[in-house]
T-cell receptor, first 116, second 118 residues
């Protein structure tokens, strides 16, 4: 089946640092990738949608300058949390899908980010 | 109005029994897809099953089946012969405008936490 690799799985860092999270589709070409944030015991909150080679589309309320998304190839997207603060601590999870409306999103294993 | 509604925040089921997780949806688009995902405590989201709005038959994948009732706008997930490893959070999701102009976004429900008891 389709595999999406997300790295790192767990990050602890100091307030003010920037953190980059990678999302790779290992065995398929991901025309679209998504970045979600999930708070404990809640559903996934879509942050942004990115299509390969174009700028990401951010959901309302998500700061573009805070959460930088790059989707430079059909197999790699990155999310950079810039100048992270404790309120940015969360579970971040990416997904990727092939072209086609009936294709499912395949998710990475997520990244637990803790800002101290 | 909520696009995806999962009314059961949590459920218990005995091992080896079947369980139904409810999902209702709201859309005016004739072309849509419904997805179910499983999220264990470790956090990963696992795709389980898909049902397209034009599909004539209910989707099945192993022990998972989808009870699709289009007129009632419901897409309940049925898990047969529950196993301890089925204990997880289950999310129902919908994608609208499947063909032509698709946004590709999934709209998720709030999830149902299933606990399988031995």
């Amino acid at each position: 089946g389709a595999v999406v690799s997300q790295h790192p799985s767990w990050v602890i860092c100091k307030s003010g640092t920037s953190v980059k999270i990678e999302c790779r589709s290992l065995d398929f070409q991901a025309t679209t990738m998504f970045w979600y944030r999930q708070f404990p015991k809640q559903s996934l909150m879509l942050m942004a949608t990115s299509n390969e080679g174009s700028k990401a589309t951010y959901e309302q309320g998500v700061e573009k300058d805070k959460f930088l998304i790059n989707h430079a190839s059909l197999t790699l997207s990155t999310l950079t949390v810039t100048s992270a603060h404790p309120e940015d601590s969360s579970f971040y999870i990416c997904s990727a899908k092939e072209y086609g409306g009936n294709q499912p999103q395949h998710f990475g294993d997520g990244t637990r980010l803790s800002i101290l | 109005a909520q696009k995806i509604t999962q009314t059961q925040p949590g459920m218990f089921v005995q091992e080896k029994e079947a369980v139904t997780l409810d999902c209702t949806y709201d859309t005016s688009d004739p072309s849509y897809g419904l997805f179910w995902y499983k999220q264990p405590s470790s956090g990963e989201m696992i795709f389980l099953i898909y049902q397209g709005s034009y599909d004539q038959q209910n989707a099945t994948e192993g022990r998972y089946s989808l009870n699709f009732q289009k007129a009632r706008k419901s897409a309940n997930l049925v898990i047969s012969a529950s196993q301890l490893g089925d204990s997880a959070m289950y999310f129902c999701a919908m994608r609208e405008a499947l063909y032509g102009g698709a946004t590709n976004k999934l709209i998720f429900g709030t999830g149902t936490l299933l606990a399988v008891q031995p």
